[in-house]
């Protein structure tokens, strides 16, 4: 029960914004926040991984550290939003912590305070965090709150417990974000 | 001490775990997330399940013993309940998991408190065994011998 859709999910619209922003970072001597080229990354990629049950966020971890993908994990959406920097005042633009770029967002649905939803949508409000592919989880299988999170911008939506082969899946998501001058 | 029969007993507990539905296939997976960089893995998410566990128990035997309970509280804790012990593998509580949230639903009392006893029965079990399972390991590596690949 899984969509995943790959580099076709943007349309041609979302990967010229992306081609846009980085021919002008170059121009004016900035890296891009949102990496420009794969070999960039340094072949690993750093995911944030949102969950409030502890148990679950362990084994995440443990999974996503095992298919060599670096990891922060956040304990509810507060957190992530204060480890992206958008709690405390940081503005757009003004946040220098290249060191903990990341690639990808990973989170529960069902959390106390803020859903993964509403956590995503936070996201996808600031420019320079837009980028970030979202992938939303939930031991519930729901359909209109999959199709809701799908149509409002996350890149998949996957059931838990989570399997080897959906975090293997994560890094397409990445990619299909850094489809530049194909 | 005589590894080997050590060994045969934890292989022997192990299959009827999953045989009589204690554990099912996410449990091999945490087996599997576990290496030499990680050797304690398992018994680390398990203990911590544990802990997590009698919390939430303990959560809903307060919320259960309220004048006036609160259904979707009571929900919530089974939910969370129900979550981690798919997360490990835990079979059998998380089926008897699924009526209770049932009765949650239905706002059904009495229901509800059948549930409760259901699941605090089977954490009971997963606990004994998994700790008697983990007493074979130490015993085992202690012995100078490692766990058989299932």
């Known amino acids: 029960m899984t969509e995943d859709l790959g580099c076709d999910g943007e349309g041609d619209a979302g990967k010229e914004r992306v081609i846009v922003e980085s021919e002008k970072q170059k121009k004016e001597g900035k890296l891009s926040k949102i990496v420009g080229s794969w070999e960039d990354l340094g072949g690993k ?26 990891v922060t994990t956040a304990e509810n959406g507060i957190r992530a939003l204060e480890y992206l920097g958008l709690i405390e005042g940081a503005e757009e633009g003004n946040n220098s912590r290249n060191d903990l770029k990341v690639n990808l967002i990973i989170t529960d649905y069902c959390m106390p305070g803020m859903t993964g939803y509403e956590l995503m949508k936070k996201i996808k409000e600031k420019t320079h965090l837009q980028e970030i592919p979202v992938v939303i989880m939930s031991s519930e299988n729901i359909p209109n709150r999959i199709e809701k999170c799908l149509e409002d911008g996350a890149k998949e939506f996957m059931l838990k417990p989570i399997q080897p082969s959906d975090v293997k899946r994560l890094k397409w998501h990445v990619k299909s974000m850094l489809c530049l001058g194909r | 001490m005589d590894v080997g029969k050590l060994q045969r007993q934890w292989v022997d507990l ?29 018994v680390e998410v398990v203990t911590l399940f544990f802990d997590d566990s009698e919390r939430l128990l303990n959560d809903l035997c307060n919320a259960l013993n309220h004048q006036l309970v609160d259904f979707k509280k009571v929900d919530a804790f089974v939910h969370q309940l129900k979550g981690s012990s798919a997360s490990i593998g835990a079979h059998r509580l998380t089926n008897v998991c699924i009526p209770f949230r049932g009765c949650c639903e239905q706002r059904n009392l009495e229901g509800c408190l059948r549930c409760f006893q259901q699941v605090k029965q089977e954490y009971s079990l997963l606990k004994n065994k998994l700790q008697g399972l983990f007493g ?15």
């Open chain 1, 45 to 70: 990629l750093h995911v944030l991984a949102v969950d409030d049950s502890i148990v679950e966020r362990t084994f995440l971890e443990r999974m996503l550290r095992k298919s060599e993908y670096n």
């Open chain 2, 14 to 42: 192990t299959s009827a775990l999953f045989r009589e539905g204690f554990l099912d296939g996410q449990f091999t997976q945490l087996q599997q997330l576990q290496d030499e960089n990680n050797p304690d893995f398992v």
């Open chain 2, 136 to 150: 074979l390991e130490r015993q085992i590596v202690a012995g100078g011998g490692s766990l058989p690949m299932m």
